[in-house]
């Protein structure tokens, strides 16, 4: 089993910055894929970013290509989300999650076995 605590959300105005953070415990990460998803009031759980278990290889959505980064500390057994250039539109509970995927599983919910109890991240006009 893995256990999924995620902080760092908060209120900040567009343009500004958030750094999320999730920490794992019962199990070591570094054999597992990270992502992170969000989920608008009202709108599906959408994914957001995701990161290989070395940190090599990161992938993102296209809403926050450029603008948000995804990193690990598999010493630390600890992922971060990285949000910059924040928009009104990036207003949702942010999700970690962990699991043993690849290809298209990246961006599914279904590629992810283990879930944290999600962070609220708003960002005002």
């Known amino acids: 089993q893995v256990q999924l605590v995620e902080s760092g959300g908060g209120l900040v105005q567009a343009g500004g910055s958030l750094r999320l953070s999730c920490a794992a415990s019962?199990?070591?990460?570094?054999?597992?894929?990270m992502g992170w998803f969000r989920q608008a009031p009202e709108k599906e759980r959408e994914f957001v970013a995701a990161?290989?278990?070395?940190?090599?290889?990161?992938y993102y959505a296209d809403s926050v290509k450029g603008r948000f980064t995804i990193s690990r500390d598999n010493a630390k057994n600890t992922v971060y989300l990285q949000m910059n250039s924040l928009k009104p539109e990036d207003t949702a509970v942010y999700y970690c999650?962990?699991?043993?995927?690849?290809?298209?599983?990246?961006?599914?919910?279904?590629?992810?076995?283990?879930w944290g109890q999600g962070t609220q991240v708003t960002v005002s006009s």
């Open positions: 990161i290989g278990w070395s940190g090599g290889s990161t």
């Open positions: 019962g199990r070591t990460l570094n054999t597992y894929v």
């Open positions: 999650s962990a699991g043993r995927t690849y290809g298209i599983g990246l961006s599914r919910q279904s590629g992810y076995s283990y």
